[in-house]
């Protein structure tokens, strides 16, 4: 398989996608480009700059403040794309999008999204893809994923929810001609090569722990131990409530959030607390069950900023070949929390990938699996894969 990767800071949207594109290089196998840029560009504009280059599936989101490619961080103050293009002749990829607006539900759209990337295949049903990346619209991506599943079964999943820079609902997802702020973007790839994925929030367990014992909608959380979430939290971190109101709690729970164990305990998927509302509940970043244990975590930005090199190290020991691309998930909450240290995250992910074509992004939910567990979605988490020969 070949990987290259490019990158442009123009201002003007086609030139920057070309400039990304004439930067990675163009070779006759490339299969699929993931793209990722700045809410602030035309999108539609820069897939068109990016397909004066390559004639393949052009996919990805939009990402928070900036993105990691081998030459640094590209980002800031300044527009971005960041491209990474694979591709070799045994590699087969499908593709398929879906607006939310069109389905009844986010789970009716993922599984038109996924449906069409089937077909595109031409593969029989009973070959499984060897992967499933996923690009969505914060909110119902595990409805999207719950459709996309109906369609492929358990694939081993990546891919981020779509970002913006200011959580403004900015943001787009998008696959070739097709940009939407509401929907999913569905990549199925065949392929000879290896793969592994690495999906965790790397945050401590506390003994700060208790039940959901009341759930509005699928992401409000109303109550733990019968007692009002905010309450509850304030009184573990030995806060006020007034210090958490409103969108204070999105940054006072970086390096705190909540957190829920898979059944196996292989896994504990991040719940980020968005909002404090007046009620004294909070609004969280991913869907909850009541009856379930919640428990608060932590992390030092100190330690936000070593999981980067940990979660690759991880990764990288369950490699049975070389890898020979590293497709990097990470959380524009975290990166937040790191603020001006994003060049040390830069410099965690090269100790770890050496000379290894890699993107990084940055997104408002991230996707994952872990063995014998299911493909699922969290936020304030880490979702690494690498591809290997």
Same mark, same amino acid.
Request: charged content about 25%; proline content about 3%.
């Given at each position: 398989?070949?990987?290259?990767?490019?990158?442009? #800071?123009? $201002?003007?949207?086609?030139?920057?996608?070309? $400039?990304? !594109?004439?930067?990675?290089?163009?070779?006759?196998?490339?299969?699929?480009? &993931?793209?990722?840029?700045?809410?602030?560009?035309?999108?539609?504009?820069?897939?068109?700059?990016?397909?004066?280059?390559?004639?393949?599936?052009?996919?990805?989101? #939009?990402? &928070? +403040?900036?993105?990691?490619?081998?030459?640094?961080?590209?980002?800031?103050?300044?527009?971005?794309?960041?491209?990474?293009?694979?591709?070799?002749?045994?590699?087969?990829?499908?593709?398929?999008?879906?607006?939310?607006?069109?389905?009844?539900?986010?789970?009716?759209?993922? %599984?038109?999204?996924?449906?069409?990337? @089937?077909?595109?295949?031409?593969?029989?049903?009973?070959?499984?893809?060897?992967?499933?990346?996923?690009?969505?619209?914060?909110?119902?991506? %595990?409805? &999207?994923?719950?459709?996309?599943?109906?369609?492929?079964?358990?694939?081993?999943?990546?891919?981020?929810?779509?970002?913006?820079?200011?959580?403004?609902?900015? *943001?787009?997802?998008?696959?070739?001609?097709?940009?939407?702020?509401?929907?999913?973007?569905?990549?199925?790839?065949?392929?000879?090569?290896? &793969?592994?994925?690495?999906?965790?929030?790397?945050?401590?367990?506390?003994?700060?722990?208790?039940?959901?014992?009341?759930? $509005?909608?699928?992401?409000?959380?109303?109550?733990?131990?019968?007692?009002?979430?905010?309450?509850?939290?304030?009184? *573990?971190?030995?806060?006020?409530?007034?210090?958490?109101?409103?969108?204070?709690?999105?940054?006072?729970?970086?390096?705190?959030?909540?957190?829920?164990?898979?059944?196996?305990?292989?896994?504990? !998927?991040?719940?980020?607390?968005?909002?404090?509302? $007046?009620?004294?509940?909070?609004?969280?970043?991913?869907?909850?069950? =009541?009856?379930?244990?919640?428990?608060?975590?932590?992390? +030092?930005?100190?330690?936000?900023?070593?999981?980067?090199?940990?979660?690759?190290?991880?990764?990288?020991?369950?490699?049975?070949?070389?890898?020979?691309?590293?497709?990097?998930?990470?959380?524009?909450?975290?990166?937040?929390?790191?603020?001006?240290?994003?060049? =040390?995250?830069?410099?965690?992910?090269?100790?770890?990938?050496?000379?290894?074509?890699?993107?990084? =992004?940055?997104?408002?939910? =991230?996707?994952?699996?872990?063995?014998?567990? @299911?493909?699922?979605?969290?936020?304030?988490?880490?979702?690494?894969?690498?591809?290997?020969?």
């Amino acid at each position: 398989m070949k990987v290259l990767t490019g990158y442009s #800071t123009n $201002e003007e949207s086609y030139k920057a996608g070309k $400039e990304a !594109a004439q930067m990675a290089g163009k070779f006759k196998d490339a299969k699929l480009v &993931f793209a990722y840029m700045s809410c602030d560009y035309d999108v539609k504009e820069v897939i068109q700059g990016i397909k004066t280059i390559y004639d393949c599936p052009v996919i990805g989101n #939009t990402s &928070f +403040t900036g993105v990691i490619l081998p030459q640094g961080y590209i980002g800031g103050d300044k527009p971005f794309v960041g491209i990474m293009v694979m591709g070799d002749p045994d590699m087969i990829v499908g593709v398929g999008f879906a607006k939310r607006k069109d389905y009844q539900s986010a789970r009716d759209a993922g %599984e038109a999204a996924a449906q069409t990337a @089937r077909v595109m295949t031409k593969m029989p049903y009973k070959d499984e893809p060897d992967l499933m990346y996923m690009a969505a619209s914060p909110t119902e991506e %595990e409805f &999207f994923l719950k459709g996309a599943n109906r369609v492929v079964g358990r694939v081993p999943l990546f891919g981020g929810s779509a970002a913006d820079n200011t959580i403004s609902g900015k *943001w787009s997802l998008y696959l070739d001609d097709k940009v939407t702020n509401e929907g999913v973007a569905i990549a199925l790839i065949y392929m000879n090569n290896g &793969f592994v994925n690495e999906f965790t929030g790397a945050y401590r367990e506390t003994k700060n722990m208790g039940i959901i014992t009341k759930v $509005e909608g699928t992401r409000c959380l109303k109550e733990i131990d019968g007692m009002p979430a905010v309450k509850k939290y304030a009184k *573990w971190r030995g806060m006020k409530t007034s210090e958490l109101m409103g969108d204070k709690l999105l940054s006072a729970t970086i390096t705190s959030p909540l957190g829920v164990k898979d059944r196996l305990g292989d896994l504990i !998927a991040i719940r980020h607390p968005m909002f404090a509302n $007046e009620d004294l509940s909070m609004n969280i970043g991913a869907n909850l069950s =009541e009856g379930t244990t919640v428990i608060r975590m932590e992390a +030092t930005v100190d330690e936000l900023v070593s999981s980067v090199g940990q979660t690759l190290k991880a990764l990288n020991r369950q490699l049975k070949k070389p890898a020979v691309c590293y497709h990097l998930v990470h959380c524009g909450g975290r990166r937040a929390g790191i603020g001006d240290r994003i060049n =040390e995250v830069y410099d965690e992910i090269k100790k770890q990938v050496k000379d290894v074509p890699f993107i990084m =992004e940055f997104t408002f939910g =991230e996707y994952g699996y872990v063995d014998d567990g @299911r493909n699922t979605t969290g936020g304030l988490m880490l979702s690494f894969t690498a591809i290997t020969k």
